[in-house]
Nanobody
Framework: QVQLVESGGGLVQAGGSLRLSCAAS????????MGWFRQAPGKEREFVAA????????YYADSVKGRFTISRDNAKNTVYLQMNSLKPEDTAVYYC??????????????????WGQGTQVTVSS
């Protein structure tokens, strides 16, 4: 079992920045695909960004390309989401997700096996 704990959410003005962190339990973090998703009120959960465990390839939703950066620190069992140039439409609960060890997740899908509780990001105009 993997536990994921997100942090770093908050209230920020449009154009500002936030960095989300997701700390994972266990000893196989470096062998897991990791992803970030978000869910706005009244909307379905959507893909934001992902980083593969094998090769470190990175994927982004079109809506955040050029503004958000996903990264991982395997020594700290942590994945980050640096969010710049935030817009009011980025307001959502942001969730971290992890796949089973050594399993490849199709980028952009919700095939992850473990999910965090989420952290609220609110962008004011």
């Amino acid at each position: 079992q993997v536990q994921l704990v997100e942090s770093g959410g908050g209230l920020v003005q449009a154009g500002g920045s936030l960095r989300l962190s997701c700390a994972a339990s266990g000893r196989t973090f470096s062998s897991r695909d990791m992803g970030w998703f978000r869910q706005a009120p009244g909307k379905e959960r959507e893909f934001v960004a992902a980083v593969k465990w094998n090769g470190g390839r990175i994927y982004y939703a079109d809506s955040v390309k050029g503004r958000f950066t996903i990264s991982r620190d395997n020594a700290k069992n942590t994945v980050y989401l640096q969010m710049n140039s935030l817009k009011p439409e980025d307001t959502a609960v942001y969730y971290c997700a992890a796949g089973r060890a050594f399993r490849s997740i199709v980028p952009g899908t919700m095939e992850y096996d473990y999910w965090g509780q989420g952290t609220q990001v609110t962008v004011s105009s």
